[in-house]
């Protein structure tokens, strides 16, 4: 069922479990029923996340109706996500389109331009009742393990003054964290975490979860972060489930054959993403 978000985030951070957001890739229709289908199984909160960029093929609003059809089929709660929203203009599209919980990611700003930036998004999302992710802490960009850049370690008083400035429903914060896969283990500051924690009982947000030690996410967790967000790993994946069905299924020239191979293959990977984040039987 399609849902707003924020109580479920709320009742994740009392609860000490996060709910995963998986990046569909644009929509893909595959990955969106991998995921509901997993949540569905395992009686988890899901939230299928959607990329500006990867919205270039299939259009933001391919995304919005694949998801609130998926979503309708299941009777868990799912939540459809603008991630990384980078602009008011695509913020104010996406309401009018049907997202159910934007981004707003004004982290690359000074901290006050970053709040000023937020509360103009806050401010049309309130009045339809939609959450408002922020983030402090530019996340770094990853090529083949390498950082490109290297500015996302928030400092607590960075989110102070942020919060000092605007009130976001929930909040992704810079801890060494990034996008793609990590070479080797990766310098994650929880302590980062551990002293925000004083000052605000926000939903926390852990983007860049791929490659991360379990270990690592699940003190995340403890520390308050109720959402945990899987992109670079799903679609690795899911290419790897179709092309083995290219490969190795009699599919015969239908390419529903091997969609749905990829697709069910791809579900057992978003069950160990539930499990990992606790959120197994928290609909």
Not at 52 to 76: K, M
Not at 105 to 126: H, I, K
Not at 128 to 134: C, L
Not at 176 to 200: C, M, S, W
């Amino acid at each position: 069922m399609l849902t707003n978000n924020l109580d479920q985030l709320r009742k994740a951070a009392r609860e000490g479990y996060a709910i995963p957001a998986i990046n569909t890739q644009g929509g893909n229709y595959d990955i969106i029923r991998a995921c509901c289908k997993a949540a569905q199984e395992l009686g988890s909160p899901m939230i299928l996340a959607h990329y500006p960029g990867t919205g270039a093929y299939s259009g933001h609003d391919w995304f919005v109706h694949t998801a609130q059809w998926c979503a309708g089929q299941v009777d868990v709660p799912v939540s459809i996500h603008l991630d990384h929203g980078d602009s008011v203009p695509l913020c104010a599209q996406a309401l009018e389109l049907g997202f159910t919980s934007l981004m707003i990611d004004g982290s690359r700003l000074p901290v006050e331009e970053n709040a000023a930036l937020t509360n103009q998004v806050l401010a049309m999302a309130r009045e339809r009742a939609v959450p408002v992710e922020a983030e402090v802490g530019e996340l770094l960009r990853l090529e083949n393990g390498v950082a490109l850049e290297n500015k996302n370690i928030a400092s607590p008083e960075q989110v102070r003054r942020f919060l000092q400035l605007c009130q976001p429903d929930t909040l992704a914060i810079g801890i060494g964290n990034a996008h793609g896969y990590y070479k080797g283990r990766p310098d994650i500051h929880l302590e980062v975490l551990e002293q925000v924690r004083i000052f605000t009982d926000l939903p926390l947000v852990l983007h860049g979860c791929t490659g991360m030690e379990e270990d690592l996410v699940k003190a995340a967790i403890r520390l308050g972060v109720a959402k945990i967000n899987f992109g670079t790993e799903i679609r690795w994946r899911y290419l790897e489930h179709y092309r083995r069905a290219m490969d190795e299924l009699d599919h015969q020239g239908h390419s529903w054959k091997v969609s749905q191979y990829a697709s069910d293959a791809l579900c057992e990977d978003v069950k160990r993403i539930i499990r990992l984040a606790g959120s197994e039987g928290k609909a």
